[in-house]
């Protein structure tokens, strides 16, 4: 079953590159791939017992076993609604791409393979077969964004590439130290036996692994990357960007640095809260500083990931469970907000926000979708994001009150930019050379309603997603208390 | 009365809103049946609010006790939500309920042929269902929530006219209403704080259990002291209390019902609502009690001093509505809860209809500047006669509603000598009373009094600069009975409200019901503090006769003479300037935007170029990559693993 969801979007892409006769089908069947693993993730997502512990829908082999090397799948509370994002945020990144005109069969191709990667990371439950995911992902974003992208986007493919190989590189020495160690890349065996680290100390390999997925939330100061390659790639590539790959990230946090290290995780928590406060606060002032749409968005992700990274650091159930739900909350808002920016660009051919300004009576529906999209990333209550950062300070204040209450102050600032940029993009009077423009078609609109959707009823009824990360976390909350604290 | 019941005194306005948002696809922008389901769903929820207070009043603990609902079980964590229906509830959601009803009904006539009708009753009924909820909510988060959902209805309606062609007649509608949300959200974050600190401490988020742990003093000190101010920030950012009042004189910018229904009658009150049903935790710390009271009494004469010469009706109106809002907390502060919700109620009647009436007014001067008025008496008796009664019972004139509810605030300032400077208090509190009475009545005069001085046509002219010739003659008149009903509906209240809080019985009225309803125990009365207040307010009705009418002292000339002060106060003690000019625009957006900047170009790109090129001196790695071939580069790292791994297993 796993299998299938990871690779059927990568063998889908295959044989339609393959087959499919015209641009025309090469979307269709994009879109049907896309949902069929959209249904395949909920099925897996649904059927989750939340009292067992253990990974569920486990498919194990020996793969290379000169070396141990296993193909390990699993998914848990943590992961299962991940992967159920993932599904989502494909689908999505298919019907926003539907208006690609340059090399559409490629375009689609590199985007079914990348969600294939994303995917992949997500329910890998070998180090290596992780490590392999984690690198897949790169090509098609790097392709995505230097092909299909805008502005310098050569050089922020590069840049993106290089700060990820690099940082690659760290994580895999770190896994290499660990498999020198103990022997094996199991993940569960390695969390239940942890072994003696050899070569460098435990910290050490904490830190090597650590930068890699450092990069990719990103904290402070590892962010550079960002801004440029999510205003330079294609609203697809924005989407899968900013809606789940930056969460591998924090779930390679969760699932490894904080799993297999969680004296570690303890010891250094106090460096962990300093750089989260700083993303929140630093990001949130750098939005002030921006003109384009995009890169607005971009630097207020920054921002966001900073409330997840807090989440993790207090180490404890409430505020763990936030920062996983930041992560999903994220994943569906700031993609949405991808997506509005994207449309707004194709429609009135600007990003540029001082030439923006009175679209609200041009285009009701798109102004509403950012609206609901910026009221969820501001925290608004009765949406996702509320509930993800209460639950975050909820847990965070008891070990952190300083820093919390620091980092509550993102909060002001994330109402400032927000309205600042729906003030000066929507309202205000209407400018004549927006007069001819229209508003979203219903191909553009399906995916916009799909997300309300997930920002309204997690918003409204959050247990439906707050439960599994709860039981998911549960385990590694456990090994904390184990690890004396 | 079933908890259901209670549940849909919230979800009839709820329902309207997704209703009307639902029907919006497939009517007019301007289709008037969002009024009617609008109107008849706060019917509805307004006569469950009146079952309900009956049914509170009979219940012998004045609460119907409702059990809450698990919403979110996180570990050791539960959210829950749930009603609470006590005297606190049940006379705050008929207030909210029988006011907004009455600002509905107004608005089908004002706001008729306006582009945005549907979308207007939509966001009504948003705010409406928001604030019953905040009024009825049980737990601190779930307060939140509807906390943050009236800030978000009143962002939208204050801006209402900020988008497409309505934007070019109000161009600062946009700013006006990200102003409302940020400012009060800066004390929201004080608010968030709070809660989450109750919870740290007493490990629950219910209002009831949080009290009684606070009663049984196993939370107490200086955490109880904070979680107090924390509480209190939130207040002070909704209740436009200095020195977040900022936001407020400038929502006016909204459509006029919105004005009367959120920012005088109902939001605008929540702070004090807030700290009334938190009241044990203020109780218990006398530092939280004192800073509630002396912020209270302070904002009761700085903006009332600011209310002295603004030309603008509404403004005159927002900065009365801060002013008493400062009232509340004041009595609050000492302690006295009851008057302070008396007169949060009676408040909000007279204060609903004085911004009506000034809708009205402004339906046929066409502007809300009164210098550009004067001489509306004759054209709209029942405008001037209905604002006239709420402007005096403002004043606290006796018998009026606001003479019982003011002269309550001013005993408990009088008697209590709880907190430091209580006697410096009410002094503050009896000299802002007499500032009311010359505000008041300046407006009145202002704007009834005297010859018609040509409403928008002059305004337009004076604008222009072009020499002011005869305004031009248009026929002066009363609004529609629709507009003019709601007014007397409310005079009602108005005139007679102070009969449920007499000092003595009277026709089965009286003896301090509504007090005692409110906090169990009766209050006194005393002739004194009610004769000095009346002075003070007598005396500022006289010097805007002599001002106004009589013309003994000309209001420019004493401009002159006080032109320091007068430029002062036009300028609004200049918190506008230092909070938008200097805070946010140079600390802000230039000094620290400025360093993030130079520390993302100067240290962070430069070090990561820098390590870049280390990479490519030392592996030309990137020669590869530049010709494109990065498949080629994913399978050397490949080739690198597996080499890595065979020296391992050959030498590991």
């Known amino acids: ?485 | 009365m079933p908890e259901f019941a209670s549940w849909l005194i919230f979800l009839l306005p709820l329902l309207s809103f997704v209703l009307i948002v639902g029907l919006r696809p497939f009517v007019g922008a301007e289709w008037r049946g969002a009024g009617v389901i609008t109107i008849v769903s706060i019917l509805a929820a307004f006569a469950l609010a009146l079952t309900a207070l009956a049914a509170t009043i009979g219940n012998d603990a004045h609460d119907l006790g409702y059990r809450p609902h698990d919403w979110l079980t996180i570990g050791p964590l539960v959210i829950r939500v749930g009603l609470v229906m006590d005297s606190l509830t049940a006379v705050m959601v008929v207030v909210v309920t029988g006011v907004s009803l009455l600002v509905q009904i107004y608005s089908t006539e004002y706001m008729r042929g306006d582009k945005g009708y549907v979308r207007y009753f939509a966001y009504m009924s948003l705010f409406t269902a928001s604030m019953l909820g905040l009024v009825m909510a049980s737990n601190l988060v779930f307060l939140y929530m509807f906390w943050e959902l009236v800030g978000l209805s009143s962002y939208l309606l204050i801006g209402f006219w900020g988008q497409g062609k309505a934007a070019e007649e109000h161009p600062r509608a946009g700013d006006a209403a990200k102003k409302a949300f940020i400012v009060t959200r800066l004390g929201d974050v004080g608010f968030l704080a709070a809660i989450v600190w109750a919870y740290v401490a007493t490990g629950t988020l219910e209002i009831a259990e949080i009290h009684a742990m606070v009663a049984a003093g196993a939370f107490a000190g200086v955490g109880v002291t904070w979680l107090a101010l924390g509480i209190f920030a939130g207040a002070v950012g909704k209740s436009g209390q200095f020195p977040l009042h900022v936001w407020l004189p400038d929502a006016m910018e909204g459509p006029t019902p919105v004005s009367a229904l959120i920012h005088a009658a109902t939001m605008v009150a929540a702070g004090v609502f807030l700290v009334a049903r938190l009241f044990p935790i203020f109780e218990a710390s006398e530092g939280a009690m004192t800073t509630v009271a002396w912020i209270g009494g302070g904002t009761a004469i700085f903006a009332a001093s600011m209310a002295l010469v603004s030309n603008d009706i509404k403004r005159v109106l927002a900065y009365s509505t801060i002013s008493q809002l400062g009232y509340m907390m004041l009595a609050l502060g000492m302690g006295a809860v009851g008057p302070a919700i008396f007169h949060l109620v009676v408040h909000a009647f007279f204060k609903a209809l004085l911004f009506m009436g000034a809708g009205s007014v402004h339906h046929t001067a066409h502007t809300y500047d009164m210098r550009f008025m004067g001489g509306l008496r004759r054209p709209m008796p029942w405008t001037f006669a209905t604002m006239l009664v709420a402007g005096v019972a403002l004043i606290g004139v006796f018998p009026l509603s606001g003479f019982w509810s003011k002269d309550s605030v001013l005993h408990a300032a009088s008697i209590n000598g709880l907190i430091g400077g209580a006697e410096a208090l009410y002094w503050i509190a009896v000299l802002a009373a007499g500032l009311t009475g010359f505000y008041v009545f300046r407006m009145l005069f202002m704007t009834f009094a005297g010859e018609y001085r040509g409403g928008a046509e002059a305004e337009a002219t004076a604008e222009s600069g072009a020499a002011a010739g005869p305004p031009p003659r248009r026929r002066l008149h009363e609004s529609p009975w629709i507009m003019v009903a709601p007014l007397a509906v409310l005079a009602v209240p108005v005139l007679f409200a102070g009969l449920a809080d007499l000092p003595w019985d009277l026709f089965g009225f009286g003896a301090f019901a509504m007090t005692g309803f409110l906090t169990g125990h009766v209050e006194t009365f005393s002739t004194s503090v009610a004769a000095v207040s009346s002075a003070a307010g007598a005396l500022g009705i006289v010097v805007a006769y002599s001002m106004y009418v009589q013309g003994l002292l000309s209001p420019s000339v004493l401009g002159q003479r006080l032109r320091p002060l007068h430029t002062l106060l036009v300028n609004r003690y200049y918190l506008d300037h230092l909070y938008e000019g200097v805070v946010v625009r140079h600390v802000l957006i230039r000094v620290l935007g400025l360093t993030a900047e130079v520390i993302e170009g100067q240290f962070i790109e430069r070090a990561v170029n820098g390590v870049a090129l280390i990479g490519r001196n030392v592996g030309r790695i990137p020669v590869a990559m530049q010709n494109g071939q990065v498949q080629a580069y994913g399978a050397m790292i490949s080739i690198g693993i597996v080499l890595i791994l065979a020296g391992f297993w050959i030498w590991g």
């Open chain 1, 1 to 485: 079953m796993l299998t299938a969801i990871v690779f059927l979007p990568a063998v889908g892409a295959i044989l339609m590159a393959l087959l499919a006769r015209s641009d025309r089908q090469v979307r269709f069947l994009s879109l049907l791939i896309t949902l069929s693993v959209l249904v395949l993730a909920l099925v897996v997502w649904a059927t989750i017992d939340l009292d067992d512990p253990n990974p569920q829908w486990v498919q194990r082999y020996q793969w290379i076993s000169a070396f141990d090397v296993q193909y390990f799948l699993g998914v848990d509370g943590l992961s299962a609604p991940l992967l159920g994002l993932t599904g989502l945020l494909g689908v999505a990144a298919v019907l926003i791409s539907w208006g690609i005109k340059h090399r559409t069969r490629e375009f689609f191709f590199w985007l079914l393979i990348l969600q294939t990667g994303i995917t992949g990371v997500f329910v890998s439950l070998d180090l290596l077969l992780f490590f392999m995911f984690w690198e897949v992902e790169l090509i098609p974003m790097f392709l995505l964004i230097s092909i299909w992208g805008s502005g310098r986007r050569e050089y922020s493919a590069m840049k993106f590439l290089l700060y990820t190989m690099l940082s690659s590189a760290l994580m895999l020495a770190g896994m290499l130290v660990l498999y020198f160690s103990a022997g094996t890349f199991d993940m569960i065996a390695l969390r239940d036996a942890p072994p003696s680290i050899a070569l460098i100390t435990a910290p050490g390999v904490f830190f090597l692994l650590l930068a890699a997925f450092a990069v990719k939330l990103p904290v402070w100061p590892f962010h550079t990357w960002l801004p440029d390659a999510h205003t330079d790639a294609p609203t697809a590539a924005s989407v899968m960007l900013a809606g789940v790959m930056l969460k591998m990230g924090a779930y390679g946090i969760f699932r490894i640095c904080i799993s297999l290290f969680p004296e570690v995780a303890r010891d250094y928590s106090d460096l962990l809260v300093t750089l989260a406060v700083v993303s929140v606060l630093y990001g949130a002032v750098m939005v002030f500083r921006q003109h384009d749409l995009k890169r607005l968005i971009a630097y207020s992700s920054i921002s966001h990931m900073g409330f997840v990274l807090l989440g993790i650091a207090s180490l404890g159930q409430v505020g763990m469970t936030g920062a996983a739900m930041q992560m999903f909350a994220h994943g569906t808002i700031t993609a949405m907000l991808f997506m509005v920016a994207g449309l707004v660009y194709e429609k009135a051919h600007t990003r540029h926000i001082p030439d923006l300004g009175g679209l609200a009576s041009r285009m009701p529906l798109l102004t509403i979708a950012f609206m609901i999209a910026g009221l969820a990333a501001l925290g608004l209550p009765s949406m996702s994001g509320f509930v993800a950062e209460i639950l975050i300070f909820l847990g965070s204040f008891g070990v952190y009150r300083e820093a919390t209450i620091l980092a509550m102050f993102g909060l002001v600032l994330s109402a400032g930019y927000i309205l600042w940029t729906a003030q000066r993009v929507f309202f205000g009077p209407e400018k004549p050379r927006f007069a001819a423009i229209g508003d979203v078609t219903l191909v553009e609109a399906a995916p916009l309603a799909g997300m309300i959707a997930a920002i309204m009823v997690v918003g409204i009824y959050p247990s439906f997603v707050t439960d599994f990360f709860d039981a998911g976390l549960a385990p590694i909350v456990d090994l904390l208390g184990a690890a004396g604290g």
